[in-house]
C-alpha cells in the first residue's frame, strides 16, 4: 500500500512560484495598459466649498484616438471638464462642449490654470492628505477608478484659486 506523503517545503515553493506568476503578469498587463492615467490629485478645499478643481496626466498608448466621455464620483453631484479660456483680462473657465480627446501615443495634462476635472456640488470638503475615486468613461476603454490623493493648499496660494470666474451652465 502506498502511503501519501506531505511535503511542505515543495508547497511553499509551488505557492511561491504561482504567486510570482500572477504579479508579473498583472504588471506586464499594466505596462500594456492602452490609457494611462498618473498623477491625479486634488487640492483641499475649505468648509462649505461647493467646487473643487482634480489634475492628472492622461496617456494614450494605443494607436487609435479615445475619448472621455464622462466623470462620475460619489463625492459631488457631477463633474466636467472645464477650459479656460482669456476674455480680454479676465480668465474664464467653461466645461468642455463635447468630449474629451486623448490622441494615440500622446499625453493630455489637466493641470492648473488649465484644463481640468470640475466637481460641482461637493458633498464634503476635501481634507489634505485624504483620498477618493474617480470614475473616468472611456467611449473604447470603458471604465476606469481612479484614486485622487488631496494635496494641502499652500498658504500663500488664494483658496479660491481654481473655483474663480465659473460661468453659469
Known amino acids: 500500500m502506498k502511503k501519501d506523503i506531505f511535503y511542505p517545503k515543495q508547497f511553499v515553493v509551488s505557492l511561491i512560484l504561482v ?20 498623477d491625479a490629485f486634488a487640492k483641499a478645499t475649505p468648509k462649505g466649498a461647493r467646487t473643487a478643481a482634480i489634475y492628472m496626466n492622461i496617456k494614450n ?18 463633474a ?5 479660456t482669456m476674455q480680454g483680462d479676465v480668465m474664464q ?22 484644463s481640468h476635472i470640475m466637481l460641482i456640488g461637493l458633498k464634503q470638503p476635501l481634507i ?4 477618493f475615486t474617480l470614475v473616468l468613461h472611456f467611449a473604447k476603454c470603458g471604465e476606469m477608478d481612479i484614486n485622487v ?7 500663500s496660494e488664494n ?3 481654481d ?5 453659469p451652465q
Request: aromatic residues 4%.
Open 19 to 38: 504567486f510570482t506568476m500572477v504579479f508579473f503578469a498583472q504588471m506586464a498587463h499594466a505596462a500594456d495598459a492602452i490609457i494611462v492615467v498618473r
Open 61 to 78: 498608448n494605443g494607436a487609435e484616438p479615445d475619448r472621455l466621455t464622462s466623470i462620475t464620483t460619489e463625492l459631488a453631484d457631477k
Open 80 to 84: 466636467q471638464i472645464h477650459t479656460m
Open 93 to 114: 473657465m467653461r466645461a468642455l462642449p463635447g468630449d474629451l480627446i486623448i490622441p494615440p501615443h500622446s499625453s493630455v495634462s489637466l493641470s492648473p490654470m488649465a
Open 128 to 131: 489634505a492628505g485624504g483620498n
Open 149 to 155: 490623493i488631496v494635496k494641502p493648499i499652500a498658504a
Open 159 to 161: 483658496m479660491n484659486e
Open 163 to 167: 473655483t474663480q470666474n465659473h460661468l
